[in-house]
Each structure stands twice: as C-alpha cells, then as structure tokens.
DNA sequence: AAGAATTATATGAAAATTCATGTTTCTTGC
DNA sequence: GCAAGAAACATGAATTTTCATATAATTCTT
C-alpha cells in the first residue's frame, strides 16, 4: 500500500510512449541543463544559442521552428539576449518584414563552450548506456521524429476517438 | 542558401541527443495534446489525471513526482482542478501534513476516456511506426531512463566541464 | 518530553508564457 | 500600379510558472 503501482492492472503512465519520451528526454537533460543554468542561461535561451551556431542569421520564425519555441515567446526572449549582448538583431535589407539574428562575439564565445559541452555530456551520456542500446537510441529518435513529420502532412491517419456523439 | 545545415560541417542540433529526444517528444505528443485541449484540459492537468487513474489517493509530492511537475506548481494546479469538481483534496489522517488527491467521479470519468484515447493514440502511433524501429521505442526509453535514475544516485560520473578556471 | 531538525504543502511576488491581435512590409491578381 | 491578401514580427493583457520562503505537522535527539 504505497508502491508506484497500486492498481491492479499494469500502471498505465510508466508504460505509455509519450510518457517515456517525456520522462526520457527530462532525465537526459536534467543534468546538462543544470550546467546550462550555472553558466547564467536559460534552457530555452542556451537553445536558442545552440541553434544560431548551426544557423547564425536566421530569421525569428525559422528559429522558433529550429528551436521549437513559439514566435512571440521568443521574439521576446531574443530581445532579452540582445540586451544581454549575446545576440543582435538586424532587419533583412531584402526583406524588411525578417529580423535577422546573428551571435554576437560574446554570444558566441559563450555558445561555443556550451556546445563544447554539450558535446562531452552527450559522449558520456551516450558512453556510459553502451551495453544496452545506447548506440541505436538516435537513429531511432530519428526515425519517430522523421515518421510523425511525414504523418502530419499526411492526414487521414490517427484520429483519436471523435467524441462526436 | 536557407538549407537547414547552413554551416560548413555537420549542424549541430539536430545531431544532438537532448534535441532529438526533445524533438521527438514534442512531435509525438502533439497530435494528442492538442486532443486533450479539445476535451478542456490543459496539458499538466491531463498529466495528473492519468497518474491519479495509476495512483488515485496520492500525496502531492509523489503526483508531482510521478507527473514530472514541480511541487509549488502542482498545488496550484490541483486546486484549480478542485475549484473545477475534477479533484478532491483530503488531508492523510495518519500524517496531517500530507495531503492526498483523488478523482471525483466527474474527474474519473474525463480520465477514463482520455486514457482509453491514449492509448488508441499509442496503439496508431506504434503500429505506423512498425517496419522501422517501433517495437524496441518502449523498451530503449525504460532502458535510458533507469539507467539515468541510477547514475544520478552513483555520482563521481558525468562532470560536464566544470569551467573553474 | 522539549527543542531541533525534517518533511509536506502553501503562498506571494517577480518573471515568463500564452493567445489574440496589431503593425509593417512584401506579393499577387487584375 | 493598386487594392487585397499574406507573411513576419511585435505587443499587451490575462494566466502560468518559478523561486524563495512561510506555515504546519512529524520525527529525532538527548
């Protein structure tokens, strides 16, 4: 009286996808987004660092794909990063809608040590589950990632129980 | 010119483990969130009423636990579910300072239904998936995910460059 | 058995996020 | 070339979330 599973049937949540995906993704990345804190960033704002280093100069709404934060939450969050000095904003002379975004040097120092370490915490991370399936573990994310953006231009799939009467 | 691997070498992000697992969370989960938002429910909320179907009667710091979701936080959210008739607070006789949450019959009524949509969802998702790498999903995540909970027991492993001049 | 330490939850103020919508700048069709 | 529409960002108000800490109820110490 008291065990993780109290029901009398299999729990449902320790064994449903997306829960696993959920607690998976929390656990991996609990420990280098501590790091990420320490060195005075925010999880969505190392993201967005993590991003313009492969694509320094993107425009707002790519990033916000690319990082997978919604436009208006980081528009401002950008600006933040621009006070901070870490990233300057210029609007596209081809297109005066875009708002470019580029590291500034600083930002940049800064995202290349995180990167660096990101780098190391994934080795160890992806060393250390050796044995198991470490080493299949991305190839598999991304597969999923890769099927279900197939499957969302492609409807008429999974539909969820309509719940219309 | 605008390829998402701008870069000379390889991008990092989307190599990167944490991404992927993130990325891959997000994009399975979507298409059910948005599902349980239509059911008036927000996602955090959804959370707690599966791990009550698992756990029903559990304190508050084993739901937030269990649902991933920071204690302060979780007591906000399960008052509004109480406001709203789909949860019911007791305090635990044998220790006042616990308080134990549990279904209404309102409460487990939506959490039945979205629980059996669940798993439709997962069913469709897996059997899509099939050919690839479907089956092993489940079982790779568990593996990551304990083997994350016990190296966070046995320390003096990952260091993660510690930036200490 | 009193005080200290610990555990469980609640609370409040600051900050972040969401959602709908505003503004500006291109595009397109006619 | 101009009006209508679309695309890209920004903005503001309402709501959530976070973080530190308060409060309350146990357990531990000696």
């Excluded at 501590?34 to 005075?40: E, L, M, N, Q």
């Excluded at 993201?47 to 492969?54: E, F, K, P, T, Y």
Aim: hydrophobic share 40%.
């Amino acid at each position: 009286m008291s065990n993780s599973a109290d029901s009398p049937n299999p729990p449902f949540v320790p064994n449903y996808l997306l829960y696993l995906l959920a607690a998976a993704s929390e656990a991996a990345s609990e420990h280098f987004h501590a790091h990420v804190r320490t060195r005075g960033l925010r999880v969505p704002e190392w993201r967005v660092m993590a991003c313009l280093i492969d694509t320094d100069g993107s425009m707002v709404t790519e990033l916000a794909r690319y990082a997978m934060i919604e436009q208006s939450r980081l528009t401002k969050i950008i600006i933040q990063m621009d006070t901070r000095g870490l990233v300057t904003r210029r609007s596209d002379p081809k297109d005066g809608r875009r708002v470019r975004v580029f590291l500034t040097p600083q930002g940049r120092a800064l995202a290349d040590e995180l990167v660096a370490d990101a780098k190391i915490d994934e080795q160890e991370l992806l060393r250390s589950f050796q044995g198991g399936q470490g080493p299949e573990i991305k190839q598999t994310l991304r597969a999923l990632i890769e099927h279900l953006e197939f499957s969302q231009s492609e409807p008429a799939q999974r539909k969820t129980a309509d719940a219309e009467s």
